[in-house]
Structure formats: structure tokens, C-alpha cells
């Protein structure tokens, strides 16, 4: 009974680091909200200015937003560690699996974040509704792309040889999120289908997260 709880006091209190290094640097609020905001404004000028064109690209404008900006956020998941040379040590105190569910949770946050804001941008300049279907696919697909930015943030915590690889590894895996989120967002008569394949993506990417994390903190 008591490695659950020693694993759940763990993963809190990796997340509420996670938080209190936010909160000091405010990195992702300042990175995000600007790129966010900018990015829906020029897709609005390059898509528009007719309505239905603006409809048609709505969905896929949210989902575009939030997965290029999984690649600036995975070189924070274990930034501020690598920068105070604590990473080693983190590592070494905390078990694999609650140091991933802390920081999948603090970049789950994150991403949601970036959703609900490039949504809420997309629904006013856009004139466009938000579907009860486009909710679920934006908690299943930012659940599904955290676990994909917190792996491929630790696999390249290394340096900079090989942090260029992290938009040619975010961008490719999270495609399936970029597709069926926008379905969910724009086609009523698809719901179904596209659910499906997000429900069954984002536990594959979890499952599969989950197992291999162990073994990149090994390395």
C-alpha cells in the first residue's frame, strides 16, 4: 500500500515543481501566447477573407497552432534540470514513472492552454462555433501530443546535436492529432470515426510513451 502513494506524492510534487518553474519564468505563457495569437491572425489573412473559407480552415488552424508549438515546449521538459545541472540528480530521486506523469501532466497543462487559446482566438475572428465534439478531441489530442513532447523533451535533453531532430520527430507523430482533431472540429457527420481513431491514437502514444520513458532516463 505504500508505493502507490509514495508514486502519487512523487508525480505532485514533480508537477507542482513543474508549476513553480513557470510561475518564475513564465517562459511558455510568454512564448505561446504571442505565437499563438499571431499565428491564427496570418492564418486568417492568408485563408480569408471570404467566410467560408475561414470556416474550412478553422479546425485545422487550431491544431496546426498547438502542434508547432510542441516543438519550442519540449526543450523545456527537462530544461530548467539541464540548466541547473539537477538532472542527474532528479532522476536518480524520483521514479521513472512519477517523473513522467508529473511533467506529462504539467505539459498536458500546457497544451491545453494553447488550445483553448488558439480556439477561443479561431471562434471570434473566424466567426466560427466550437462543436461539443471538437472539446473531446482537444482533451484527448493535447493528452496524446504532451506524451509525445515530454519523451522526445527528455530523448533530446542532452544537447544541441541532436535538438534539431525534435521538429522532424514532434511534427511527423503528431499528424494523426492534426487530422482528426480538425475533423472533429469541422465535419458533423464524421464525429464518430475520427473519435475513434484519437481514443485509440492517444492510448497507443501513452502506452508506448509509458513503457519507453524508463529506458531514456537509463541513457
Known amino acids: 500500500m505504500t508505493q502507490p502513494v509514495t ?3 512523487q508525480t505532485a510534487a514533480v508537477f507542482r515543481r513543474e508549476v513553480a518553474v513557470e510561475r518564475a519564468g513564465r517562459e511558455a505563457l510568454v512564448t505561446t501566447a504571442p505565437f499563438v495569437a499571431a499565428f491564427v491572425v ?10 467560408q473559407q475561414l470556416a474550412a480552415t478553422a479546425g485545422g488552424t487550431v491544431w496546426l497552432a498547438v502542434l508547432v508549438a510542441t516543438v519550442p515546449l519540449a526543450r523545456t521538459v527537462a ?8 538532472w542527474d540528480v532528479l532522476r536518480g530521486l524520483v521514479a521513472p514513472n512519477a517523473l513522467f506523469a508529473g511533467k506529462l501532466l504539467a505539459t498536458w497543462g500546457a497544451l491545453a492552454l494553447t488550445w483553448v487559446l488558439a480556439g477561443a482566438l479561431v471562434a471570434v475572428l473566424f466567426e466560427v462555433p466550437v462543436p461539443p465534439a471538437a472539446i473531446y478531441g482537444g482533451a484527448l489530442g493535447t493528452l496524446a501530443l504532451a506524451a509525445l513532447t515530454t519523451t522526445f523533451g527528455v530523448l533530446v535533453d542532452s544537447g544541441a546535436r541532436r535538438g534539431g531532430l525534435l521538429a522532424a520527430l514532434m511534427l511527423p507523430t503528431g499528424l494523426p492529432v492534426l487530422l482528426a482533431g480538425t475533423q472533429l472540429t469541422v465535419s458533423a457527420s464524421a464525429v464518430l470515426p475520427w473519435g475513434i481513431l484519437m481514443t485509440l491514437y492517444a492510448g497507443a502514444v501513452l502506452t508506448a510513451a509509458w513503457a519507453v520513458f524508463p529506458v531514456l532516463l537509463e541513457e
Request: glycine share 24%.
Open 42 to 51: 496570418l492564418a486568417g489573412l492568408g485563408f480569408g477573407p471570404g467566410p
Open 79 to 86: 530544461g530548467a534540470e539541464m540548466a541547473e545541472e539537477s
Open 7 to 9: 508514486v502519487l506524492a
